[in-house]
T-cell receptor, first 116, second 109 residues
Framework: EAGVAQSPRYKIIEKRQSVAFWCNPISGHATLYWYQQILGQGPKLLIQFQNNGVVDDSQLPKDRFSAERLKGVDSTLKIQPAKLEDSAVYLC??????????????FGPGTRLTVT | DQQVKQNSPSLSVQEGRISILNCDYTNSMFDYFLWYKKYPAEGPTFLISISSIKDKNEDGRFTVFLNKSAKHLSLHIVPSQPGDSAVYFCAASANQFYFGTGTSLTVIP
C-alpha cells in the first residue's frame, strides 16, 4: 500500500513570496489533515477535510493560508504572502472514516519550509 | 494553551531496560489517545492507541497506560532496543487531534 505522498520535500523562499504544497493521501482515505510543526513543538492542526469538505479550519490563518482538496483526493496548501514565522515542517496526513470511529493518522514525510 | 504536555524533552535508556515516556493532558473531553514515533526527515508513524474506556493496551514490547483521574498516560517499551531511538509524540483526540511536544528517546547499546 502506497503511503501519503508530499511534494516538495524542501522549499526556501523569501518573506512576502508565495508557496504551495501538494499532498496525495492513501487511496480510499476520506479524511485529510494538514499540520504545521514548528521546531521543538508538536504538530498543530491547520485544516481537516472530510472528502472535499472542510471539517475544521479554526487554526488556519485565513488571511494568508488557503487549502483545497480537489475531488476529495489530492490537496494543496498555499501560503501567500509568507512570513518568517511560517518556517516549519508542513505535514499532511490521512485516515479512513466511519461514523463514531477514531482512526490513527498516516503521515507523509512533510515539507520543510524555510522563509528568509 | 498546550492541552497535551510531554514534560521530558529527552530520555536515555540502556538497551534491554525499560523506557517510560510520560504525557499529561488537561482536557477531560479527550476520549482517545495515541502514541506516534518519528525518525528524522520522516513523518510520524502510529505506534499504539488507547480508548478512554480502558486503562491499558498492549502490543508486543509496547504498553500504554491511561490514568484518567490523573489525566496522565505513559508508554512503556520493554525491552528497549537501539532501533527504538526516535522522537515520541503523544496525541489526544476530542473531535480533532492535539499533539504533545515530543520526547526524544535514545537507547544506548
Amino acid at each position: 500500500e502506497a503511503g501519503v505522498a508530499q511534494s516538495p520535500r524542501y522549499k526556501i523562499i523569501e518573506k512576502r513570496q508565495s508557496v504551495a504544497f501538494w499532498c496525495n493521501p492513501i487511496s480510499g482515505h476520506a479524511t485529510l489533515y494538514w499540520y504545521q510543526q514548528i521546531l521543538g513543538q508538536g504538530p498543530k492542526l491547520l485544516i481537516q477535510f472530510q472528502n472535499n469538505g472542510v471539517v475544521d479550519d479554526s487554526q488556519l490563518p485565513k488571511d494568508r493560508f488557503s487549502a483545497e482538496r480537489l475531488k476529495g483526493v489530492d490537496s494543496t496548501l498555499k501560503i501567500q504572502p509568507a512570513k518568517l514565522e511560517d518556517s516549519a515542517v508542513y505535514l499532511c496526513a490521512s485516515s479512513p472514516w466511519s461514523l463514531g470511529e477514531v482512526y490513527e493518522q498516516y503521515f507523509g514525510p512533510g515539507t520543510r519550509l524555510t522563509v528568509t | 494553551d498546550q492541552q497535551v504536555k510531554q514534560n521530558s524533552p529527552s530520555l536515555s535508556v540502556q538497551e534491554g531496560r525499560i523506557s517510560i515516556l510520560n504525557c499529561d493532558y488537561t482536557n477531560s473531553m479527550f476520549d482517545y489517545f495515541l502514541w506516534y514515533k518519528k525518525y528524522p526527515a520522516e513523518g510520524p508513524t502510529f505506534l499504539i492507541s488507547i480508548s478512554s474506556i480502558k486503562d491499558k493496551n498492549e502490543d508486543g514490547r509496547f504498553t500504554v497506560f491511561l490514568n484518567k483521574s490523573a489525566k496522565h498516560l505513559s508508554l512503556h517499551i520493554v525491552p528497549s532496543q537501539p532501533g527504538d531511538s526516535a522522537v515520541y509524540f503523544c496525541a489526544a483526540s476530542a473531535n480533532q487531534f492535539y499533539f504533545g511536544t515530543g520526547t526524544s528517546l535514545t537507547v544506548i547499546p
